[in-house]
């Protein structure tokens, strides 16, 4: 007999919560209030229509292509980026994270726009926050009929700045490749283009495809941009105890790598994960997870958990040995058929002293945290950080640093 529940139940435990994500018959539910960006994006779709699609952007997200992106697309964006408030010996670890995540993942949306023009970054910036906050409404302070009032405002600018010219020409692009006037090598290597000649296959309406590169742009910029300020912040903050392991971090990109690991696992990008069964789910603890109930899947406890990360689970430890078949950033990325498609482009592969330098991915949070702290950045002793009021998750909206 299954343990009784009531209508919502909360897993917190590694064992449960790894159970859940991987079970086929719970579905996504925690995207409802963030309809206006989220609907029928690949995070929200379940079954078949979930498979197709993730199946087609799989292509997209190869570890090639991740090593691509890493090695060629990723050192020019941070240095035009970073450059300016190097420059300016100032700047602030939310925004300078902000901008990059936005322009790198702007590249892999499929949408153009040069990282050295200010004020069309600035433009995309101002938009890509507001689909982001329209995304987490969920855990929104603000009225939340007020916020999808301006997401819509920002979907329309960004249609006509950057969307639609974006389109035309990869439809373009597209179009000369079918005539045999262009290699299929030099189509763009973008989630646009790949939605775009598979819209027929994946019964896409343009206003999914439109949607879709909505949600990639917020998802990518948000969650990498928040897991970059939380990493640095906690490097920042390890050194103050060991200074050397500071100096350590402005020279050795693996020993950023771990302790971004370690700030993945004490920081999610969503603190939990919201579902709902189809059908009656018995866990394998007897955990009974009855159809229609509101099952949230804490990760922020699970991530936690001292029986699989040991003593001092919830402190942060860049040292900490984890056992083997447990990523060392816990469940941040997700795991089973939602686990995150851009997992190894943002965290890397895992720490494997035997893997070949030339195969080895260090992940674009600790790529870009590891360019600011060997620029010498670090906290500006006179502007603390603040944590973002309009929110019940752990963000700074200021962190001031100089150079």
Same mark, same amino acid.
């Given at each position: 007999?299954?343990?009784? *529940?009531?209508?919502?139940?909360?897993? *917190?435990?590694?064992?449960?919560?790894?159970?859940?994500?991987?079970?086929?018959?719970?579905?996504?539910?925690?995207?409802?209030?963030?309809?206006?960006?989220?609907?029928?994006?690949?995070?929200?779709?379940?079954?078949?229509?979930?498979?197709?699609?993730?199946?087609?952007?799989?292509?997209?997200?190869?570890?090639?292509?991740?090593?691509?992106?890493?090695?060629?697309? &990723?050192?020019?964006?941070?240095?035009?980026?970073?450059?300016?408030?190097?420059?300016?010996?100032?700047?602030?670890?939310?925004?300078?994270?902000?901008?990059?995540?936005? %322009?790198?993942?702007?590249?892999?949306?499929?949408?153009?726009?040069?990282?050295?023009?200010?004020?069309?970054?600035?433009?995309?910036?101002?938009?890509?926050?507001?689909?982001?906050?329209?995304?987490?409404?969920?855990?929104?302070?603000?009225?939340?009929?007020?916020?999808?009032?301006?997401?819509?405002?920002?979907?329309?600018?960004?249609?006509?700045?950057?969307?639609?010219?974006?389109?035309?020409?990869?439809?373009?692009?597209?179009?000369?490749? %079918?005539?045999?006037?262009?290699?299929?090598?030099?189509?763009?290597?973008?989630?646009?283009? *790949?939605?775009?000649?598979?819209?027929?296959?994946?019964?896409?309406?343009?206003?999914?495809?439109?949607?879709?590169?909505?949600?990639?742009?917020?998802?990518?910029?948000?969650?990498?941009?928040?897991?970059?300020?939380?990493?640095?912040?906690?490097?920042?903050?390890?050194?103050?105890?060991?200074?050397?392991?500071?100096?350590?971090?402005?020279?050795?990109?693996?020993?950023?790598?771990?302790?971004?690991?370690?700030? &993945?696992?004490?920081?999610?990008?969503?603190?939990?994960? &919201?579902?709902?069964? &189809?059908?009656?789910?018995?866990?394998?603890?007897?955990?009974?997870?009855?159809?229609?109930?509101?099952?949230?899947?804490?990760?922020?406890?699970?991530?936690?958990?001292?029986?699989?990360?040991?003593?001092?689970?919830?402190?942060?430890?860049?040292?900490?040995?984890?056992?083997?078949?447990?990523?060392?950033?816990?469940?941040?990325?997700?795991?089973?058929?939602?686990?995150?498609?851009?997992?190894?482009?943002?965290?890397?592969?895992?720490?494997?002293?035997?893997?070949?330098?030339?195969? *080895?991915?260090?992940?674009?949070?600790?790529?870009?945290?590891?360019?600011?702290?060997?620029?010498?950045?670090?906290?500006?002793?006179?502007?603390?950080?603040?944590?973002?009021?309009?929110?019940?998750?752990?963000?700074?909206?200021?962190?001031?640093?100089?150079?």
């Amino acid at each position: 007999m299954g343990k009784k *529940t009531s209508k919502k139940i909360r897993l *917190t435990t590694w064992l449960q919560v790894r159970e859940a994500f991987r079970s086929k018959e719970l579905r996504q539910a925690g995207y409802s209030e963030g309809a206006v960006v989220m609907s029928d994006t690949l995070l929200d779709l379940h079954g078949k229509a979930h498979r197709e699609r993730r199946r087609i952007e799989n292509r997209l997200f190869r570890r090639e292509i991740f090593s691509y992106w890493e090695h060629e697309i &990723l050192g020019r964006t941070i240095n035009v980026t970073l450059n300016p408030f190097i420059k300016s010996r100032k700047g602030d670890l939310s925004v300078i994270g902000y901008r990059c995540a936005m %322009n790198l993942t702007a590249t892999i949306a499929g949408i153009d726009q040069n990282p050295s023009e200010a004020k069309q970054t600035e433009t995309l910036y101002a938009i890509v926050k507001k689909f982001s906050e329209g995304a987490t409404l969920l855990h929104s302070t603000r009225n939340k009929d007020e916020v999808r009032s301006e997401v819509k405002e920002a979907m329309a600018q960004f249609a006509k700045d950057f969307y639609n010219p974006s389109r035309e020409k990869r439809e373009r692009l597209i179009q000369e490749n %079918n005539e045999g006037a262009l290699s299929e090598e030099d189509l763009p290597k973008d989630v646009l283009t *790949t939605l775009l000649r598979n819209r027929k296959q994946l019964g896409l309406t343009d206003e999914i495809i439109f949607r879709e590169i909505c949600f990639y742009l917020q998802a990518g910029a948000h969650s990498t941009a928040n897991a970059f300020t939380h990493t640095v912040d906690d490097i920042l903050n390890w050194g103050l105890r060991y200074p050397k392991d500071l100096d350590r971090a402005r020279s050795d990109l693996s020993f950023v790598q771990r302790c971004m690991h370690e700030s &993945l696992r004490l920081n999610p990008a969503s603190p939990v994960a &919201l579902r709902r069964p &189809l059908k009656d789910v018995e866990l394998s603890d007897g955990t009974l997870l009855s159809e229609g109930t509101e099952v949230t899947l804490d990760l922020m406890l699970a991530n936690r958990d001292s029986d699989i990360f040991g003593e001092g689970s919830d402190q942060y430890n860049p040292y900490r040995e984890v056992p083997e078949g447990i990523p060392r950033w816990g469940m941040s990325f997700g795991a089973g058929m939602h686990a995150c498609v851009g997992a190894e482009l943002d965290g890397g592969l895992e720490i494997d002293p035997e893997r070949p330098e030339s195969e *080895t991915l260090f992940g674009t949070v600790a790529i870009m945290a590891h360019a600011l702290l060997s620029a010498g950045g670090r906290r500006d002793p006179n502007n603390l950080p603040e944590h973002d009021p309009n929110s019940e998750r752990k963000h700074f909206s200021i962190y001031p640093v100089i150079f």
